[in-house]
């Protein structure tokens, strides 16, 4: 059964996966860099969030993946709405 922490963190992952996504239309290199930084870190924290059963392991791994994917959102989304003011203002 998937916890209310698991719908969390998947949401929190799927948000930031689609606003990398949404930066393909602005920097594709950019947008690849955070591809792959998302998959590497998402893959390790997953992972060890899942299957390492140490005594609080799971919170550190949930809250290293949590902060780790709201830092990649804010800058990702800082540098997607500086792309649409620039290139608004540029066109105006």
Same mark, same amino acid.
């Given at each position: 059964?998937?916890?209310?922490?698991?719908? %969390?963190? /998947?949401?929190?992952? @799927?948000? #930031? %996966?689609?606003? /990398?996504? %949404?930066?393909?239309?602005?920097?594709? #290199? &950019? =947008?690849?860099?955070?591809?792959?930084?998302? $998959?590497? +870190?998402? =893959? +390790? &924290?997953?992972?060890? @969030?899942?299957?390492?059963?140490?005594?609080?392991?799971?919170?550190?791994? +949930?809250? =290293?993946? %949590?902060? *780790? *994917?709201?830092?990649?959102? &804010?800058?990702? #989304?800082?540098? $997607?709405?500086?792309?649409?003011?620039?290139?608004?203002?540029?066109? =105006?």
């Amino acid at each position: 059964m998937i916890s209310s922490d698991d719908i %969390l963190l /998947i949401s929190a992952s @799927l948000i #930031t %996966l689609a606003i /990398i996504f %949404l930066c393909f239309r602005y920097s594709k #290199t &950019f =947008a690849r860099i955070n591809i792959i930084l998302f $998959v590497i +870190y998402s =893959a +390790y &924290f997953y992972f060890y @969030l899942y299957f390492d059963k140490s005594a609080e392991a799971g919170l550190i791994w +949930y809250a =290293a993946l %949590l902060l *780790t *994917t709201g830092i990649q959102f &804010f800058l990702v #989304t800082t540098v $997607v709405i500086g792309t649409i003011i620039k290139r608004t203002s540029s066109e =105006a």
